[in-house]
């Protein structure tokens, strides 16, 4: 209980500090504006306007450095690159996948072992240290933070410049085994400028730490170098040497008003740039717009402190995420993939079904042999629905001796034939303990997912199959009511 009070004081006053905060702003800006334009701009306007293009670029150009973070971190990625790199297809597949899920132009593994690059269309080439177009990667595995992003020609299509984002990917014991990310047309990030420059009628580019422009609209003559622009050397030493950075200068007889900010996550900075001030009418207009965004920016960032919070306090209610027994899911994780599965659905509607299952008798093999010999017998049918079940499908242990199954890209009719393959497997095992041989039968109950559903009510749906499984004398599979 005090754990929820303190949040909901945190979100209190961080709701009204921000709505204090966006109505001070927004009404100095617009008493500002009636005194002097050119002030308003150079003080109020340009960069609230910075702030909301950085809130934008956070959510339209940092998504692949997560979806990269996501591969680095997948079991699978680290596990099948651990395991030898066999069948180089299911990596291939997985980065097809990942590219055909996310609109990306590409994704790549490139392994530190072989050396080969893993690409959607199949090994591209082994890396080199002698060939420059490779410098990237050996750069890649000297960095000392976890990614970089690079502009670079494509490995896969030579005429085409891209935004690569290189993620660094390390073994459990964090050694280093490989490089993996995705790729951004330039095209379609210089489309997204300009989109940026029309809606806020505002001149918006990128510069490194060097001050070379990396990414502009399609219709910016900019030069390569900002020292080279007219005007702009004086200005320059500030920029680069601050994070954030509000500035005017001269250039052509007109009075340039600019704002930069550092991109952390790109290490390149954010300019944006008027020139003159403008008229009263389209200010006001702007001001409208500014006040809409800043209640979108504060519901965005309520929205993540109370999901962050959130998930901070499940994190201290359960630490562990796999049954120490069986090692599979338990619970409380499988309820997180459920939630992110469901979540992702909306964008990617698929079926997805479940299964419910129950070892029959389980009581009598702990009566008979023992707890040891249970768990054992526990261990091993557990391994036995693994092999089952593809690398995509989940499996939880539910409780005592009854296990979920979440099968995602799965009809209910491809579900019992699941259910059918290991009921048949199980018929074959016995579970050695001691001088005994122990043999077990399954129950299972099936349900597919419905939009919408809650995880109870699809596992009140799957139980009550599973019960209808055991009333039938066990050793069944019984299918959810389609009512």
């Known amino acids: ?7 909901f004081i945190f979100i209190s006053a961080l709701t009204a500090l921000m709505i204090v ?3 001070a702003t927004s009404l100095t800006s617009y008493f500002v504006a009636q005194e002097s334009l050119s002030r308003n701009v150079s003080e109020q306007m340009l960069p609230l306007t910075s702030d909301n293009i950085y809130s934008e670029i956070q959510r339209d150009l940092l998504r692949p450095i997560l979806i990269s973070s996501v591969m680095a971190t997948d079991t699978f990625v680290r596990d099948w690159a651990l395991e030898g790199e066999e069948d180089s297809t299911r990596i291939i597949s997985y980065l097809n996948e990942i590219q055909q899920q996310y609109g990306t132009i590409t994704a790549f593994y490139v392994s530190e072992a072989t050396r080969q690059y893993y690409h959607p269309s199949g090994v591209l080439k082994t890396v080199s240290e002698q060939d420059p177009t490779d410098a990237w990667y050996f750069r890649v595995r000297g960095l000392q933070q976890d990614y970089e992003v690079n502009v670079d020609t494509d490995t896969a299509d030579r005429s085409r410049v891209s935004i690569f984002i290189n993620y660094r990917v390390l073994d459990y014991n ?3 085994i490989g490089a993996t990310g ?9 489309r997204l400028i300009d989109i940026y420059q029309q809606r806020y009628d505002r001149s918006i580019y990128f510069i490194d730490r060097q001050g070379k422009v990396t990414l502009t609209g399609s219709d910016d003559q900019r030069l390569n170098q900002i020292q080279d622009e007219i005007g702009f050397s004086d200005v320059a030493a500030q920029i680069l040497g601050s994070p954030m950075a509000t500035l005017e200068y001269e250039s052509n007889d007109q ?3 600019l704002n930069s900010r550092l991109v952390p996550e790109f ?3 954010l300019i944006v740039e008027q020139v003159g001030s403008g008229d009263g009418e389209r ?4 001001l409208l717009l500014n006040l809409l965004l800043s209640a979108a920016i504060m519901a965005l960032v309520l929205t993540i402190a109370h999901f962050t919070l959130r998930s901070y306090q499940r994190k201290l209610e359960d630490m562990a995420t796999k049954d120490r027994l069986t090692g599979v899911a338990n619970r409380h994780l499988f309820e997180m993939i459920f939630e992110h599965l469901t979540r ?3 964008r990617y509607p698929r079926p997805v079904s479940i299964i419910s299952v129950d070892i029959d008798y389980f009581k009598k093999v702990n009566d008979n042999f023992g707890h040891q010999a249970g768990d054992l017998v526990l261990q091993e049918v557990c391994q036995l629905i693994i092999k089952h079940i593809r690398d995509s499908d989940t499996i939880c242990r539910w409780g005592g001796e009854e296990f979920v199954l979440l099968l995602d890209y799965c009809q209910i009719d491809e579900a019992v034939l699941r259910a059918r393959e290991i009921q048949a497997a199980i018929q074959n095992l016995a579970v050695s303990f001691g001088k005994s041989r122990i043999k077990v039968t399954l129950s299972m109950g099936i349900a597919d997912y419905r939009p919408g559903e809650a995880l109870d009510v699809l596992m009140a749906r799957a139980d009550k199959a599973l019960y209808k499984a055991k009333k039938a004398g066990r050793n069944c599979i019984e299918c959810a009511d389609a009512s």
């Open 255 to 257: 009075t340039v008003f």
């Open 283 to 286: 200010l006001d207009n702007t």
């Open 21 to 23: 905060g966006f109505m």
């Open 267 to 269: 290490d390149w900075y």
């Open 344 to 346: 992702n659905m909306q």
């Open 174 to 176: 964090g050694q280093y």
């Open 182 to 190: 995705v790729g951004l047309s330039v095209a379609a990030v210089t």
């Open 1 to 7: 209980m005090f754990i929820y009070r303190r949040k």
